[in-house]
């Protein structure tokens, strides 16, 4: 049996530097596949070319159009190739249209001075929690499990929050280790954090993603099933705002760092 | 008299789409030009674009190799317009090789619900804190005037630090309003975090920096000639670490949040 991530993700290689990848059903979000597996899929580009040296350490992911059903090709290319680095621009298309821009970095694993500084939330196991059910028919929500610690969506007649933080605990609903693709999906696994401040009517959708991974392949391996995934919002105004993530293991390991600015739609409380 | 930031962010347009820079000797950095000045002339080539519509509100920018003196060519390319945003990819080239690669999201603002959720940290007004003197023979550091609060370099014989947060008041030494352009030049001002860890003789360069603009160009033109920069760092390891920055407008409003993944180079403690 194929993970239903490993499905979503499977480029076809047609010529130099060009992959095919097909949306997957299980995926699906409000219009188009959730941002997340579109995310791992440029990233599976780039780990799936011949040319591919090291791991994953950074990505952008622009999701300039919603992508349709169907196929969707990536050219992904390794446009500098440094002793330690390798930088990639990534253009996917579906016909002549573009629908997502990204550029990532791969790194070659060095053996260096190492410390974390961020602060892991003080919260417990995940089997402290109950699992959360999120009470829309978005696919893609089953695929994860999610316990909340914090910060559920205010579902009316839930009173709005004064503050968009939100703390939960997150596997594959089927087990699957993690891995770059997989922490990449995870990545935007937090629900729009304006609905925390105006409900899950707004609408939402994210325009640029970016995400940092601190763990070795290695290390991802290693990880438990659950990660516990924190974010909050930093300023919100002109249609846009920006939400910042942490993804942490439950050994305490920073493993990722993940930011997005996000497209919402929202009129002015006194207009 | 131009200023020294518009002198070196300033592009020719030479055939579409493709725009010649010219690497200035006053901000030159350790090795290469200042990360900052090279990040806000790609935005200067996408704003300089004859089809470009709205402001900067994302920019990543790929350090792929140090820029040579001399010119270099900035391929910006709208490759999708939506109603309200604008997708840019951006490929900078010296000869045949590709020495810088970034993303832009450009956007139309737009009047909706807005707020601010990060707390701008409680300091002095710029002028109760002395001008710090960075005692390093760097160019562009005599572009910038600052004044720290706190997290200076610790140059030896000062001892090391025990986290990487440094606040500070930033001004460019000439009078100049501040834009779009300026805003990302400014967001990679913040020395390597590294330094206070580890001390400043640490081989350390910016591989890939994200910005988001929050505030648009009329509430960028109002501010003062003082930006409040405030970073820290997250997770240090593999050769890598994140640096993660806030710049704040005297007046108290969130203008930029700003990310970057950086190369070190530094022995394990115990190696």
């Given at each position: 049996?194929?993970?239903?991530?490993?499905?979503?993700?499977?480029?076809?290689?047609?010529?130099?530097?060009?992959?095919?990848?097909?949306?997957?059903?299980?995926?699906?979000?409000?219009?188009?596949?959730?941002?997340?597996?579109?995310?791992?899929?440029?990233?599976?580009?780039?780990?799936?070319?011949?040319?591919?040296?090291?791991?994953?350490?950074?990505?952008?992911?622009?999701?300039?159009?919603?992508?349709?059903?169907?196929?969707?090709?990536?050219?992904?290319?390794?446009?500098?190739?440094?002793?330690?680095?390798?930088?990639?621009?990534?253009?996917?298309?579906?016909?002549?249209?573009?629908?997502?821009t990204?550029?990532?970095?791969?790194?070659?694993?060095?053996?260096?001075?190492?410390?974390?500084?961020?602060?892991?939330?003080?919260?417990?196991?995940?089997?402290?929690?109950?699992?959360?059910?999120?009470?829309?028919?978005?696919?893609?929500?089953?695929?994860?499990?999610?316990?909340?610690?914090?910060?559920?969506?205010?579902?009316?007649?839930?009173?709005?929050?004064?503050?968009?933080?939100?703390?939960?605990?997150?596997?594959?609903?089927?087990?699957?280790?993690?891995?770059?693709?997989?922490?990449?999906?995870?990545?935007?696994?937090?629900?729009?954090?304006?609905?925390?401040?105006?409900?899950?009517?707004?609408?939402?959708?994210?325009?640029?993603?970016?995400?940092?991974?601190?763990?070795?392949?290695?290390?991802?391996?290693?990880?438990?099933?659950?990660?516990?995934?924190?974010?909050?919002?930093?300023?919100?105004?002109?249609?846009?705002?920006?939400?910042?993530?942490?993804?942490?293991?439950?050994?305490?390991?920073l493993?990722?760092?993940?930011?997005?600015?996000v497209?919402?739609?929202?009129?002015?409380?006194?207009?």
């Amino acid at each position: 049996m194929v993970h239903v991530l490993d499905e979503a993700i499977a480029v076809t290689r047609t010529e130099d530097g060009v992959a095919t990848a097909r949306t997957h059903r299980q995926w699906e979000n409000m219009v188009g596949p959730f941002g997340g597996i579109t995310a791992a899929t440029a990233a599976s580009a780039v780990l799936s070319h011949p040319d591919v040296q090291g791991e994953v350490v950074a990505i952008t992911v622009n999701f300039a159009a919603p992508l349709a059903p169907g196929e969707w090709s990536i050219a992904a290319e390794p446009v500098r190739t440094n002793r330690t680095s390798q930088h990639w621009t990534i253009t996917a298309r579906q016909g002549a249209d573009v629908v997502v821009t990204a550029t990532a970095v791969t790194g070659v694993d060095r053996d260096t001075w190492a410390d974390t500084e961020a602060v892991m939330p003080e919260v417990d196991a995940p089997d402290a929690y109950a699992e959360t059910r999120i009470p829309f028919p978005l696919k893609w929500l089953q695929n994860y499990r999610m316990r909340f610690v914090a910060g559920e969506i205010p579902i009316p007649p839930a009173p709005l929050a004064d503050d968009a933080n939100a703390m939960f605990w997150l596997r594959h609903a089927e087990a699957r280790p993690w891995d770059a693709p997989a922490l990449i999906a995870a990545s935007d696994a937090f629900y729009p954090r304006v609905f925390r401040r105006r409900g899950p009517s707004v609408r939402a959708s994210t325009i640029t993603l970016t995400t940092y991974l601190h763990a070795s392949d290695a290390e991802l391996a290693a990880a438990g099933p659950y990660l516990l995934l924190r974010a909050g919002a930093s300023r919100y105004g002109r249609g846009l705002f920006e939400q910042r993530g942490e993804i942490w293991s439950e050994g305490g390991a920073l493993l990722a760092t993940t930011y997005q600015l996000v497209y919402f739609s929202e009129p002015r409380a006194d207009a």
